[in-house]
Each structure stands twice: as structure tokens, then as C-alpha cells.
């Protein structure tokens, strides 16, 4: 158990290019979650996949966001177009399926994302 | 109704204190109430959590106590340490609305003072 990770951890870029994030979960783990996290806030929820469906998204979710998991296991968050307001910090993080109830999800350290 | 609300902002306690936390919500699709700490550069780590059919969990010097019918819980840390500085977010996760994405608090910054 390696624990959640994600790549890159920093990323600065300029205003209207488009960035992709990477995050590995925890393996056997089916369900994966994205996060947005900026400074002095709780993280806010953006969207969440069991094995490769993407069941939910957020409202935060716009349509210049867009995040895949082909293959049930890794995914990516690809931004375009960025702009200044998508600085934060985003954070991935994964949970297992089995069993009845809620099941605890585990956080990567995130990519922080500053935008030019 | 998603919110949760957490208090205080920020918290100082001497060292081998008690530290507590507080949080707050109106949703009755909660129905798992976790606790994570933070620090600085770092992802959120899992503490301890919840459900609403126990009122008190302990782990280690951690504990949540959970008052359902004032749609309350908190988390006490025994004995704070100076390496307890970090921030904390307690969450709350509506399954019985069928999601199972996590509502956070606007975190707590804790320091001890050694």
C-alpha cells in the first residue's frame, strides 16, 4: 500500500493553456475522487468515479474540466483554458468497495496549480 | 443543508491540553462524519470517524463525541502535542442521498505550544 499518488506536484502556467493532472490510487481501490482545495478552505468536492464510470460531478465541474479513468485504475483531471480563479490545490483521493456502509477515503498530497 | 459548519477558526493550546473542535450540520443524509488532519503542503490524513448509530469513538489520544440529535459532533485531542500543530477538517458524507463525495468544514488551525 503505496498510498495515493499524484504527478506533477507543482504546476505554473500561463493564463488560457491547458494542464493535465495524474493520480494513482491506492490499488484495489474502486472508487476515486477529485478534489479542489484552495488557501484557508475545506476541499470542495468536483467529481468521483467507481472503477471507470463517472457516477457524479459537481457544479464546481465546468465545462473547460474534464476527468477520465479508461481503465479503472489511474486518472487524470485535464483543465483548459485556464484561468487566474483555478488556482488551488487539487486533490485526488481513493476508497475501497466492499462491504456495507462507508468506506474511509485516503488523500494524495495533491498538485498545486498556479496560474500566471 | 450541504453545509457543514466548523468552529473555531483557529485554536491555541499549552502543551498536554485539550484541544476540541466542533461541527455542525442540518443534512440527515449525513450518515458518516469523519475527521482529517492537514499540514501544511500535505494532502488531508485520515484520524478517526464516525457513524451516527455510535455517540463516542476513541482512537489513541483522539476521540468524537456525536450528538445526533443536536446534529452535532467533535473531535477532542488529549494530552495536544506540539507535533498536533496542523489544520483539521471534519466532513460529512450524505450515502443515503445516494452520493458519496464528502462535505468538508473550513478547518480549524490548531497550534501547541510547547
Known amino acids: 500500500d503505496t498510498g495515493v499518488s499524484q504527478d506533477p506536484r507543482h504546476k505554473i502556467t500561463k493564463r488560457g493553456q491547458n494542464v493535465t493532472f495524474r493520480c494513482d490510487p491506492i490499488?484495489?481501490?474502486?472508487?476515486l475522487y477529485w478534489y479542489r482545495q484552495t488557501l484557508g478552505q475545506g476541499p470542495e468536492f468536483l467529481t468521483y468515479f467507481q472503477n471507470e464510470a463517472q457516477l457524479e460531478k459537481s457544479r464546481l465541474l465546468s465545462d473547460r474540466f474534464s476527468a477520465e479513468r479508461p481503465k479503472g485504475s489511474f486518472s487524470t483531471l485535464e483543465i483548459q483554458r485556464t484561468e487566474q480563479g483555478d488556482s488551488a490545490m487539487y486533490l485526488c483521493?481513493?476508497?475501497?468497495?466492499f462491504g456495507q456502509g462507508n468506506q474511509p477515503q485516503h488523500f494524495g498530497d495533491g498538485t498545486r496549480l498556479s496560474i500566471l | 443543508q450541504q453545509q457543514v459548519k466548523q468552529s473555531p477558526q483557529s485554536l491555541i493550546v499549552q502543551k498536554g491540553g485539550i484541544s476540541i473542535i466542533n461541527c455542525a450540520y442540518e443534512n440527515t443524509a449525513f450518515d458518516y462524519f469523519p475527521w482529517y488532519q492537514q499540514f501544511p503542503g500535505k494532502g488531508p490524513a485520515l484520524l478517526i470517524a464516525?457513524?451516527?448509530?455510535?455517540s463516542e469513538k476513541k482512537e489513541g489520544r483522539f476521540t468524537i463525541s456525536f450528538n445526533k440529535s443536536a446534529k452535532q459532533f467533535s473531535l477532542h485531542i488529549m494530552d495536544s502535542q506540539p507535533g498536533d500543530s496542523a489544520t483539521y477538517f471534519c466532513?460529512?458524507?450524505?450515502?443515503?442521498?445516494?452520493?458519496?463525495?464528502?462535505?468538508f468544514g473550513t478547518g480549524t488551525r490548531l497550534k501547541v505550544l510547547a
Open positions: 464516525i457513524r451516527p448509530d455510535v
Open positions: 490499488s484495489e481501490h474502486n472508487r
Open positions: 466532513a460529512a458524507q450524505p450515502t443515503t442521498s445516494g452520493t458519496y463525495k464528502y462535505i
Open positions: 483521493a481513493s476508497s475501497p468497495l
